[in-house]
């Protein structure tokens, strides 16, 4: 079920093809992914895939079995050493083993050697600085070194480190309800609840991604009911676990809460307020709490650990993205003063965790229209900001006119997709379609890969609703199917009746896009109704394309069109076809040039329509 995605070349590729990407032995790879979203099991997994065994013969490129050792290390042991050799030694060996460090130093420098670090977003400030050593090529330059985070947590600068950027994508919607199946077939549970949720809302990244839909399984199967948030589907883990502790325990479900579940909150909030994943005694003996109770509750895991002849307790978490739900608890029961104050200084949270914020306060009207005008003026809906809106909106069942009326009014005149995760789409689909007071439009613009992919068509179908929708661009950016094309069309319904798409642009098409056969040559090679009023062609070099285009445009009401740097030489028959389009009496906006034509055409034909208009 592994799909990954190579950002430079904006197409998905083969788990085998991971390390062959950079084109040397020495590199540095990024592989990012939502939280949940299997980065963790996928490093696992090329750690145990380098231990079983070899694909021989098989391997044609650069793969796991082709490293002479895998160093597998999660970011937290690089926690207050001096030295890679000290983690290595600290971590992975026992104890009583004797190695050369000589030998250690020769392995940790072989081009041949893989470190696998995982969780690289997990560990902050002084902690940080080994690790960001090992990333930047300052220690264990020759090895190849693939770190795992999630998305946006790099900047610019600490970006250019790595060769190569990969993204982990979710399951896909086959996937989802192939593996919702295969657990009511494996366990016997009854999940028609959740398959029938997922049926009705096929892009819900909330079951796309797979720590979530493993537990959304659990759950279903325990309590019958399934969660359409993120931020649901943690509190149902939340009372479920506090109901089978108070059986444990032997007392009341309110007691768990006050005296076990509300300390923990506080602490979980501080630990990452600190940057820590980690949980000493200490931390719960300043709140006066016992430790070894709240672990029996299910969130923490207790460890001990010898450090010569001292025993040291630590108590992690079973997920961060769990530490992240326990600490935005904490929030949800501040105070509303408290709260207003914390909530202006979220521009340094991490988009998870305050999507766990604004869903907790989904039924406190006046603190989620405070967090969402917050929100707006510190990160709008800037893609450089990591789309924070798009993540808030995903946890509320129902939007509230409050918070729509601000959304509508503040909305960007331009939205841009390319591969952003699911969440996005399925925000964006809900900000698009909301109505306000005063009505802003806007344009959509997809960079369309190598097909087209089912977040892409699920946003293109949401938008046929839109009423606000001004434009939308279909911009290719490796894309050279002809067949891609027609279906985006066709699942915005151009120019139908039932569709407000009736404004787009087709931009960057090359040459190599399939050719339109004569017998096919007709309105319908592109799927556009009779409602058209805008059409626009940029940066084309298809002549088929452009030719379709034309056809395409032909009887209907156009009030807008353009044609911008057609690199294809035109024909006789497409410059008839322009003229007939420039006949149109009821065009207002026309933009033509620069167009590439060998001078044979009667050009004084253009400009004499062009002045009729």
């Known amino acids: 079920y592994y799909r990954v995605f190579y950002c430079r070349r904006s197409r998905e590729i083969n788990l085998s093809d991971l390390f062959g990407s950079t084109g040397s032995h020495s590199s540095r790879i990024l592989l990012e992914g939502e939280p949940g979203g299997g980065k963790s099991t996928l490093v696992q997994k090329l750690a145990y895939e380098w231990s079983t065994g070899s694909c021989g013969e098989l391997c044609g490129a650069r793969c796991i079995h082709s490293f002479r050792a895998v160093i597998h290390l999660h970011s937290s042991a690089f926690c207050g050493q001096e030295s890679f050799i000290a983690v290595v030694q600290d971590v992975l060996l026992p104890k009583d083993m004797k190695v050369d460090k000589s030998e250690l130093q020769r392995l940790v420098q072989d081009e041949n050697t893989l470190i696998l670090v995982d969780a690289y977003d997990e560990i ?32 610019t600068d600490l970006l250019k480190c790595f060769d ?36 009705m809302n096929e892009v819900m990244d909330v079951w796309h991604n797979p ?32 109901t089978k502790a108070a059986e444990r325990m032997k007392v009341s479900c309110k007691e768990v ?20 994943t980690v949980l000493v005694e200490i931390d719960f003996q300043r709140l006066k709490c016992d430790a070894e109770k709240i672990s029996q509750v299910g969130f923490i895991t207790k460890q001990v650990v010898l450090d010569g002849i001292r025993r040291k307790v630590h108590y992690t978490f079973c997920h961060f993205t769990l530490l992240e739900f326990l600490a935005a608890k904490h929030v949800q029961l501040m105070s509303s003063k408290v709260r207003k104050r914390w909530l202006h200084s979220i521009s340094n949270r991490s988009s998870s965790f305050l999507a766990f914020v604004y869903g907790l306060l989904a039924k406190d009207l006046a603190s989620l229209v405070q967090m969402t005008a917050i929100a707006i003026k510190q990160s709008g809906f800037a893609r450089s900001n990591g789309d924070l809106m798009m993540y808030l909106i995903c946890e509320l069942s129902h939007v509230p006119d409050e918070v729509a009326e601000l959304l509508v009014k503040n909305r960007s005149s331009l939205f841009e997709c390319f591969n952003e995760p699911y969440t996005f789409y399925q925000g964006l689909a809900t900000i698009c379609n909301l109505r306000g007071l005063q009505p802003k439009s806007f344009t959509v613009k997809f960079w369309l890969g190598k097909n087209v992919t089912e977040k892409q068509k699920y946003l293109m179908q949401q938008l046929v609703h839109c009423r606000d929708v001004h434009s939308v661009t279909l911009m290719s950016v490796i894309c050279e199917d002809f067949v891609c094309l027609k279906e985006c069309l066709s699942c915005l319904r151009a120019g139908q009746e039932n569709s407000y798409v009736r404004d787009v642009a087709i931009q960057n098409w090359p040459d190599e896009c399939g050719e339109v056969s004569e017998a096919t040559e007709g309105h319908e ?89």
């Open 164 to 199: 190569a950027t990969f993204q982990v994508m979710g399951y896909n919607t086959q996937q989802v309800q192939q593996y919702v199946e295969r657990y009511a077939e494996h366990t016997g549970a009854q999940l028609q609840p959740l398959l029938d949720k997922i049926k």
């Open 525 to 613: 090679d592109f799927p556009i109704g009779p409602l058209m009023e805008g059409m626009r062609l940029n940066l084309c070099e298809s002549k088929d394309i452009l030719r379709t285009f034309l056809k395409a445009a032909l009887g209907k009401p156009l009030l807008t069109f353009s044609l911008r740097h057609v690199h294809c030489m035109f024909d006789c028959k497409s410059f008839d076809l322009l003229i007939e389009v420039l006949e149109n009496s009821l065009l207002q906006k026309v933009f033509i040039g620069p167009i590439n034509c060998d001078g044979s055409f009667c050009i004084d034909r253009l400009f004499f329509r062009l002045a009729s208009l």
């Open 211 to 242: 720590l979530n839909l493993f537990i959304s399984c659990l759950l279903t199967s325990e309590t019958h009911q399934a969660a359409d948030t993120r931020t649901g589907l943690y509190q149902q883990i939340l009372e479920f676990s506090e």
């Open 124 to 155: 902050l400030g002084k902690d940080q600085n080994l690790l960001l050593d090992l990333v930047q090529g300052k220690i264990c330059r020759k090895t190849t070194v693939l770190a795992t985070s999630r998305p946006s947590y790099f900047d």
């Open 257 to 276: 809460e006050v005296c076990y579940l509300r300390p923990l909150f506080k602490v979980s909030f501080k630990s990452l307020d600190k940057g820590r």
